[in-house]
């Protein structure tokens, strides 16, 4: 989300995101085709759509919750594919291409193709090591707060050393809302992706900008823009008929539960192949590939969560988020405001 570090890059481009400057009408709409797309306001309708696409991790009784992904279930796949993918890139090398370039000399080109396969895998473990264990973004409309976890500090050890993590509060009203593209090219297609960005102002007089809140690669931006705008300023519900509040998942983790989809015999083998004989043959042929590739990033997994650090929680702040909402209080919201339309059935 763009939270990893703070450092800002020529022109206040992070990432693609242009995030610095002032978050005034007149600073940011500067009519770029990629980058800014429109600024919202909390006080008109973007859309006629209000959607949280599924990106909704939890309601709480006057705070919505996104982004909560636990290190877990989540963390070390970008470390692992960059491990496995500088690894097979070294061995083309060495198989290929080794012989040809001590023979001509070109040393420069050997370094540079062993080293720079790696630079992926380093920049991928600057990220994932030592990370927070999570970073949840909230919503929190009766203290018309935005709660977000900040990582502050240089790095204890370096490069690989671990920062301070916290969870900080930022006034609803300094935080202004916009829509902004980037562009995701290859050498055989380009394409447009579409993002919603909050800017945090420094105060009420003073709109440079100090931090930022990136929900990346969104699919309507409008409609989950409304969606937020609507529960921050109109008090509506979280949920939309017939929805149940997303359950949490905090702590859950069994390393070996999908593990079955790469080692069939360990994983109801009768069932499989009278279900899906084809496909669980499959899955047999490709055993030499696909188990070595789930032990690497199991592996990787656990080092993202022996470097986690711990979200520091303010009192305060967890008092004001308060506990998760589930079916049973959908049951009992007599004035229908966490779900509109009848409770759900026993």
């Known amino acids: 989300m763009g939270?990893?570090?703070?450092?800002?890059?020529?022109?206040?481009?992070?990432?693609?995101?242009?995030?610095?400057?002032?978050?005034?009408?007149?600073?940011?709409?500067?009519?770029?085709?990629?980058?800014?797309?429109?600024?919202?306001?909390?006080?008109?309708?973007?859309?006629?759509?209000?959607s949280h696409g599924g990106r909704l991790t939890g309601v709480y009784p006057e705070t919505i919750e996104f982004h909560r992904i636990h290190l877990t279930g989540a963390g070390g796949h970008y470390l692992a594919d960059c491990f496995v993918m500088a690894v097979l890139f070294n061995w083309v090398i060495v198989e290929f291409f080794l012989d040809g370039l001590l023979k001509h000399k070109g040393y420069a080109t050997l370094a540079f193709g062993f080293l720079g396969s790696w630079m992926f895998f380093a920049f991928f473990a600057y990220l994932e090591l030592f990370a927070p264990v999570?970073?949840?973004?909230?919503?929190?409309?009766?203290?018309?707060?935005?709660?977000?976890?900040?990582?502050?500090?240089?790095?204890?050890?370096?490069?690989f050393?671990?920062?301070?993590?916290?969870?900080v509060a930022y006034d609803w009203d300094l935080v202004d809302a916009e829509h902004q593209t980037t562009l995701q090219a290859s050498t055989a297609s380009a394409r447009r992706l579409h993002h919603l960005v909050f800017l945090v102002r420094r105060?009420?007089?003073?709109p440079t900008i100090v931090d930022h809140i990136i929900f990346a690669d969104v699919d309507f931006v409008p409609a989950l823009w409304e969606y937020i705008r609507r529960y921050m300023e109109e008090g509506s519900a979280p949920l939309v008929e017939g929805e149940l509040p997303p359950v949490s998942n905090m702590g859950a983790y069994v390393p070996w539960s999908d593990f079955g989809a790469v080692v069939?015999?360990?994983?109801?083998?009768?069932?499989?192949?009278k279900?899906?004989?084809?496909?669980?043959?499959?899955?047999?042929?490709?055993?030499?590939?696909?188990?070595?590739?789930?032990?690497?990033?199991?592996?990787?997994n656990r080092l993202t969560v022996w470097t986690a650090q711990k979200v520091e929680w303010p009192?305060?702040?967890k008092r004001a988020i308060g506990r998760l909402i589930n079916e049973l209080d959908l049951r009992t919201d007599t004035h229908r405001s966490l779900r509109p339309g009848p409770p759900p059935e026993l």
Request: charged share 30%.
């Open 315 to 317: 009192p305060e702040i």
């Open 203 to 206: 105060s009420e007089d003073d």
């Open 264 to 273: 069939p015999f360990l994983d109801q083998p009768a069932r499989r192949w």
């Open 161 to 167: 050393g671990p920062r301070k993590s916290r969870l």
């Open 275 to 300: 279900e899906q004989p084809w496909k669980t043959l499959y899955r047999y042929i490709a055993m030499p590939v696909t188990v070595p590739l789930y032990m690497t990033w199991l592996f990787f």
């Open 134 to 159: 999570d970073s949840p973004i909230y919503f929190d409309r009766r203290h018309r707060n935005i709660y977000k976890v900040l990582q502050s500090g240089g790095r204890r050890r370096g490069f």
């Open 3 to 50: 939270s990893h570090e703070q450092q800002f890059w020529s022109r206040s481009m992070i990432g693609g995101f242009n995030v610095g400057g002032r978050s005034t009408d007149a600073d940011r709409n500067d009519g770029k085709t990629v980058g800014l797309a429109e600024r919202f306001g909390k006080r008109r309708s973007a859309s006629d759509v209000a």
